[in-house]
């Protein structure tokens, strides 16, 4: 509809210069998320991709990643649906890495056709790591017994109120390797002969931009603005995709107003752990 109103327009009356639409991709990576930690995950970015992949006079689209990872499956699936629409589209895509693109973050990143960093932001943590807290004495001292019932031997490995069991912790690492070469071949076939022959690459390790051109992780350093005015030209202009909205303007999809206040409580206490999850994850990377 906008595309057909801007037709009508008489062409003295329009706006010059090519317009480059952007998405931001920004925060830790995961499934769900609530009014008080909105999450990044394909159901809360996916409206904003159809919208800038859909502009069809933009030649390129542009994403600004600032993300420490999170959940590999959402990366995963952004990741695809970058690739399925750029392909639809027949657009370019131009990542552009602000603080971090790290982990599931730089997964989301090798999608673009070129990643554009700054010399000072972070890249690369192409590895997996899993995370939790162990409280096998805890309930010793307040007095609680835990009753667990199962059928299946295995169905309650890593249980973190039982001590750690050297059976489960292998088997979290055969998942967590097969993760990691998922990810690493995703980075060679994406960056292929552009990356350097270097052997902590694919080691977990993360750079600043300066050194990850080097090691073929970024293919330039610089900004979105200046790099969009030097490929379009000074009349070029970014138009920033925005979340959509509900009927009642709040940001989809989200938490009703009329929570009862037990479900406000929950929702409190999720919202605490997700804010210590997110500092944990932008932790890692001094930030």
Known sequence: MADFLK??????????????????????????????????????????????????????????????????????????????????????????????????????????????????????????????????????????????????????????????KESDIEYLKTLQLEIHEIFIDMVKARRGTMLADDPTLFSGLFWTGRKGLELGLVDRLGGLREEIKTRYGKDARLELIGAQKSLFGRRAPGIGAFAAPEQMAVQAVAGLAETLEEKALWGRYGL
Not at 21 to 28: A, E, F, K, Q
Not at 84 to 113: P, Q, T
């Open 7 to 164: 037709r009508l327009v008489p062409k003295r009356f329009q706006k010059k210069g090519v317009v480059i639409p952007v998405v931001r991709l920004h925060g830790p990576i995961m499934s769900g998320g609530s009014r008080f930690r909105p999450a990044l995950n394909l159901s809360s970015v996916a409206g904003q991709l159809e919208k800038a992949f859909g502009m069809k006079e933009s030649p390129a689209v542009a994403l600004s990643i600032n993300s420490p990872g999170g959940s590999p499956v959402q990366s995963r699936m952004i990741y695809d649906r970058i690739r399925a629409l750029a392909e639809e589209k027949n657009k370019r895509v131009l990542v552009f890495v602000e603080d971090v693109a790290a982990s599931g973050g730089y997964m989301i990143a090798i999608a673009g056709d070129e990643i554009i960093a700054d010399a000072t932001s972070i890249v690369g943590s192409i590895g997996v790591v899993s995370g939790g807290f162990g409280f096998p004495e805890l309930l010793k001292k307040i007095g609680v017994e835990r009753r667990v019932y199962t059928a299946g031997e295995n169905k309650v490995i890593l249980d973190p109120f039982q001590p750690e």
